[in-house]
Nanobody, 119 residues
Framework: QVQLVESGGGSVQAGGSLRLSCAASGNTFSRYCMGWHRQAPEKEREEVGSVTFGGGRAYVTDSVKGRFTISQDNAKNTLYLQMSSLKFEDTAIYYC????????????WGQGTQVTVSS
């Protein structure tokens, strides 16, 4: 059974950096494609970005391009979200998720980790 656990959230000043981690169970990375999502207060959840199967390529949404980077360490069964040049509007709960790479929806979610950016 797939389990995802996020960590690394916290409070940081605008312009600072944080790295979030998502620890995945067992053989998750051999079965699913992975991604990061976030939900800010009173806003809908949005996809931050994702990686291709195996983590070879990463894509992020335009609003964070150049600031956020997603990577996947298969040996450690961990998905990362490296965030730099953080802005107040990046404040949100961040979730990692898994989906069927053949076109499935995001079906497995972690519990989330809070990121708070002070202006």
């Amino acid at each position: 059974q797939v389990q995802l656990v996020e960590s690394g959230g916290g409070s940081v000043q605008a312009g600072g950096s944080l790295r979030l981690s998502c620890a995945a169970s067992g053989n998750t990375f051999s079965r699913y494609c992975m991604g990061w999502h976030r939900q800010a207060p009173e806003k809908e959840r949005e996809e931050v970005g994702s990686v291709t199967f195996g983590g070879g390529r990463a894509y992020v949404t335009d609003s964070v391009k150049g600031r956020f980077t997603i990577s996947q360490d298969n040996a450690k069964n961990t998905l990362y979200l490296q965030m730099s040049s953080l802005k107040f509007e990046d404040t949100a709960i961040y979730y990692c998720a898994a989906r069927d790479c053949r076109g499935g929806s995001w079906s497995v979610w972690g519990q989330g980790t809070q990121v708070t950016v002070s202006s």
